[in-house]
């Protein structure tokens, strides 16, 4: 099977290029299921019930989030209403939402696991720990993992812990794709980050000039969507779905 994860989508023009050229990346690349990275998609970052609307009627088998899960409270409860929306799995016990799906094509299951970073972010569980406690309980040896992280080394570090136990894992949040995608093992797919899906011409799909003043001169500056042209990142693994095994990874950057 070919699996696409595709990087952090960015306000309305990021879902509104991502719904222009989704269909023609998946036949060109002949995926299989796609999941994407919505916790951006709301103009202001999170994600509401229109962005993730716009998600799922594209095309979208799974959407993962992170840090910006709960941004919009009122939005909070669907997280429990959509078993194909996640939030990071390491919250503590009690927070509303799933932390891992599955999503069952009768000859095979595939399992989609949300992990967020410690260093550099909130508190949350210990990612290590929590992951090792979920794969039990998965029935399948085909899982992906979306890690929102900051530190690359966090990424690294845990691709290697989870070589040869997972199908891959693969970083989000960084907003800017790695060049070091890998098999880990001769099993487990890997990148340190997928990038974004948003404007090109951007600090991280923000209107440059914004950005530059917040960095310059350290005072509070309302950040804006950029409105220059969009890209989108992502990558394609093809995997052998009866064993878990991760044959070949591919980064896109569609323009």
Same mark, same amino acid.
């Given at each position: 099977?070919? !699996?696409?994860?595709?990087?952090? &989508? ?12 989704? %269909? ?10 796609? &999941? +994407?990275?919505?916790e951006n998609s709301a103009a202001g970052n ?9 998600? %799922?009627?594209?095309?979208? /088998? ?42 069952? %094509? ?11 970073? +410690? +260093? ?9 720990? &929590?992951?090792?406690?979920? $794969? ?8 992906? $993992? ?14 290697? %812990? ?43 799909? +923000?209107?440059?000039?914004?950005? !530059? ?22 990558? &394609?693994? /093809? ?5 878990? $095994? ?6 896109? !950057?569609?323009?």
């Amino acid at each position: 099977m070919r !699996i696409m994860l595709i990087g952090d &989508v960015v306000g309305r023009s990021g879902c509104d290029f991502l719904a222009d050229n989704i %269909y023609k990346i998946k036949k060109q690349y002949c995926v299989d299921i796609t &999941v +994407v990275n919505g916790e951006n998609s709301a103009a202001g970052n999170g994600i509401t019930k229109s962005s993730l609307e716009i998600l %799922y009627s594209i095309g979208a /088998d799974v959407v993962t989030t992170g840090n910006h899960c709960f941004k919009r409270r009122e939005f909070t409860h669907a997280f429990d209403c959509h078993e194909t929306l996640l939030r990071p799995a390491n919250y503590p016990e009690g927070v509303v939402g799933h932390g891992f799906t599955i999503l069952d %094509y009768g000859s095979c299951k595939v399992a989609v696991v949300n992990l967020q970073g +410690v +260093v550099g972010l909130e508190p949350l569980d210990n990612p290590f720990t &929590v992951i090792d406690s979920i $794969i039990p309980m998965l029935d399948t040896p085909n899982i992906f $993992i979306d890690f929102h992280a900051e530190a690359t080394a966090e990424k690294k570090a845990l691709g290697q %812990y989870l070589a040869g136990r997972v199908t891959g894992v693969v970083g989000t949040h960084t907003h800017v794709q790695t060049a070091d995608e890998t098999i880990l093992s001769g099993h487990t797919a890997y990148i340190t980050d997928i990038g974004m899906t948003g404007p090109e011409l951007s600090v991280l799909g +923000v209107e440059s000039r914004c950005a !530059i003043d917040k960095l310059r001169f350290h005072y509070p500056v309302r950040f804006e969507e950029s409105r220059n042209p969009c890209f989108i990142n992502a990558v &394609v693994i /093809d995997f052998d779905e009866k064993i878990g $095994i991760a044959h070949k990874i591919e980064r896109i !950057i569609w323009r």
